[in-house]
């Protein structure tokens, strides 16, 4: 039996050898070797126990590591292959004789690389091969697991062509290879992909792509060996990313390998390292691959794994251009997600911007999408509505909103070449700033562009997305939003504003409870203001009044946000003028704004008596014992000086009032107050 196993080993091809009925021979011998062995049919000659064998073969390897008489290289193939044997008392000894001469420098020596494709491969074929009975097969597989453990280490083997790839291929392939043996040859296969010469790696990389590494990837009966496959897999795309261009059909499957969390966790977390290394192969897609992999994002923002919609994040951020309005929505979406480190993710990658994987915000250099198009896009795809927007309740949350209206302003001031936060500006100065000047041009010259192109207005469609989003039952940070949007776009084109609104929607944000709606609210109610005829504003002025007079203007904050709105309402009726068409605050270093005259050049008797009234109005409330109240009316007298001369009651009385109020308390004590 021993004798039939020994002849029979080995997956050879069963040709006899010198006329001997000799089969197959055993790995890493040729059938003339066998032939010494065994006689004319086949049998042993003499068959030994095991112990005698493990006997000799111990004895062997003492005599030869003890010896000085062999030469290295012609000492390292015996022990190596000694060290594949199937007794394990052997195989143990060979590898310590082998670790005691193998140094680190010894397998960087190109003759050592050789040595162990020798050992490996068996004796080649082709043009000057030895007759086929002489020709060795291939190590066994518990030799190829020993010598891939030294092959992997070995940088230089990876310029071997063409026994670089016959080792992945028997690795991976051969008949009687193991899992372990798969896992050593992927392992291999990273490090071609790494340490492969420039010249060779393109043809080293297409072939191993394209033949074996796809297979493991869609193979699902190995997890350990799909998880190297998935590494190399992100060396290669690192790497040579144009052999991985555009490849959807790999990129949808590796991230279902990603999404299997909780089934092969190992697995998913090699394909989610692998998909932030493959990203530069789909970098800037045009076309139906474009449309493909927007699609894929898609589903996978809502991935229950917070890692994949990470990634998709990171992909709509990294792989398309900051310019890309469909990648912003996406970022959009991804911003108001219930999980934490996804929302952080998308509202971070949103105001950031990426050119060739690096983050250049730090430098100032921000660019954001055509306002035109991130418009239309919230409106067809956000909104799922026409580019036209019907008036009726906001089908998102608030907070998708929020992000969507702070998005639409940072668009405005990219494509207008300005970036200001104007509400701030005109708060602290009174004054319209830069981006006020630069949105009046820019929304001009898209008007004038919709105008002869038959579209629908840009303007238009933001305050109506404005005024949707001021819906009674939001929220007050979305209100905050809106008002601040509302605000720059009557400042910068009040015509965009319909004369015939008196604006009364707008007089209940100054009566909120929360103190930032209301300063925001009263800034908007005055730069709205200036879009209505001089009668409708003189009549929202004195309605303003009666409000802050009357029982209703009870509450302190209701006083507040009323005095803010009649500071900055009055201070846009002292803009209008007969003669007078500016459509913005005072810029600085200006002086005072025309006051609204009649034709004698006079202001008139209406609006004079309604400034006198409001003036006296505003330094009464400078008595009050609320640092609010006093506040307000500091800010709002301001407002009101700034553009007009203040108007006494009588001679000096009034004035005196004001000035005999203490405004310098201890800073510690009322700050704001003696700030305002």
């Known amino acids: 039996g021993a004798g039939a196993a020994v002849a029979g080993a080995g997956a050879g091809t069963g040709a006899g050898a010198m006329g001997v009925g000799v089969g ?314 219930q999980r934490d480190d996804v929302m952080r993710e998308a509202q971070g990658a949103l105001y950031r911007t990426i050119e060739n994987g690096v983050d250049v915000s730090s430098k100032g250099q921000v660019f954001y999408p055509s306002f035109p198009e991130m418009l239309a896009t919230v409106c067809t795809r956000l909104l799922n509505l026409p580019y036209a927007l019907p008036s009726h309740t906001i089908p998102l949350s608030p907070n998708l909103m929020i992000h969507t209206l702070r998005y639409l302003r940072c668009c405005l001031g990219c494509s207008s070449q300005v970036d200001e936060d104007e509400a701030t500006h005109v708060a602290l100065t009174g004054t319209a700033g830069a981006r006020t000047r630069g949105l009046q041009v820019y929304l001009s010259s898209i008007e004038d562009t919709a105008r002869a192109s038959a579209s629908h207005s840009p303007t238009a469609s933001l305050h109506a997305l404005v005024r949707r989003a001021l819906a009674p039952e939001e929220g007050a940070l979305l209100h905050v939003e809106a008002l601040k949007t509302l605000f720059e776009l009557a400042m910068a084109r009040p015509a965009s504003l319909s004369s015939d609104d008196s604006f009364d929607w707008l007089i209940q944000y100054c009566l909120q409870p929360n103190e930032q709606v209301r300063d925001i609210a009263g800034l908007a109610l005055g730069a709205c203001s200036r879009a209505l005829s001089l009668p409708a504003h003189l009549a929202l002025v004195s309605s303003l009044l009666a409000q802050l007079k009357s029982a209703k203007a009870s509450a302190l904050e209701a006083r507040h946000g009323l005095l803010g709105a009649a500071g900055h309402t009055l201070a846009s009726l002292s803009l209008k003028s007969p003669s007078n068409t500016t459509d913005t605050h005072p810029a600085p270093g200006d002086g005072l704004a025309p006051m609204s005259v009649d034709s004698s050049g006079r202001e008139s008797a209406e609006e004079e008596k309604l400034a006198r009234e409001a003036v006296s109005l505003l330094i009464a409330n400078l008595r009050d014992p609320s640092d609010v109240i006093v506040c307000a009316a500091c800010k709002a007298l301001g407002e009101v000086g700034r553009t007009r001369a203040l108007f006494p009651a009588d001679t000096t009385a009034p004035i005196a009032a004001a000035a005999a109020v203490d405004l310098t308390p201890a800073p510690a004590s009322a700050p704001a107050t003696a700030t305002a």
């Open 24 to 337: 197959a021979p055993p790995a890493g011998i040729s059938r003339a070797t066998l032939a010494m062995f065994v006689d004319r049919n086949g049998a042993v000659n003499s068959l030994p126990t095991r112990d005698q064998i493990v006997a000799a073969k111990r004895a062997a390897l003492h005599f030869l590591a003890s010896s000085t008489i062999f030469p290295e290289q012609s000492l390292l193939p015996v022990l190596f292959a000694a060290a594949g044997d199937q007794h394990s008392d052997v195989s143990s000894e060979a590898e310590t004789a082998i670790k005691h001469r193998v140094s680190s420098a010894d397998i960087e020596n190109s003759s050592f690389a050789t040595m162990l494709f020798d050992l490996l491969l068996g004796t080649p074929s082709g043009p000057g091969a030895p007759p086929d009975d002489q020709r060795r097969s291939a190590a066994s597989p518990k030799l190829r697991v020993f010598l891939m453990a030294y092959l992997n280490r070995c940088v230089c083997a990876t310029a071997v062509f063409p026994g670089a790839l016959q080792v992945v291929f028997l690795c991976l392939n051969a008949p009687d290879t193991t899992p372990k043996l798969q896992m050593l040859g992927m392992q291999f296969v990273v490090r071609i992909f790494e340490h492969a010469p420039p010249a060779q790696l393109p043809t080293l990389a297409k072939l191993i792509y394209g033949t074996v590494l796809v297979k493991f990837l869609k193979s699902g009966d190995l997890i350990e060996v799909q998880c190297a496959a998935l590494n190399a897999l992100g060396v290669l795309g690192r790497k040579l990313p144009d052999i991985l261009r555009n490849n959807m059909e790999l990129l949808t499957l590796v991230f279902g390998m990603a999404s299997t969390t909780q089934e092969t966790p190992a697995l998913a977390s090699a394909a989610q390292e692998a998909l932030h290394l493959i990203s530069p192969a789909f970098a800037h897609p045009e076309g139906p691959v474009r449309a493909s992999l927007l699609a894929l994002l898609e589903k996978n923002l809502t991935n229950a794994q917070a890692n994949v919609a990470i990634i998709a994040l990171r992909y709509c951020n990294r792989v398309f251009r900051n310019t890309d309005v469909d990648a912003r929505y996406l970022l959009l979406l991804g911003a108001c997600d």
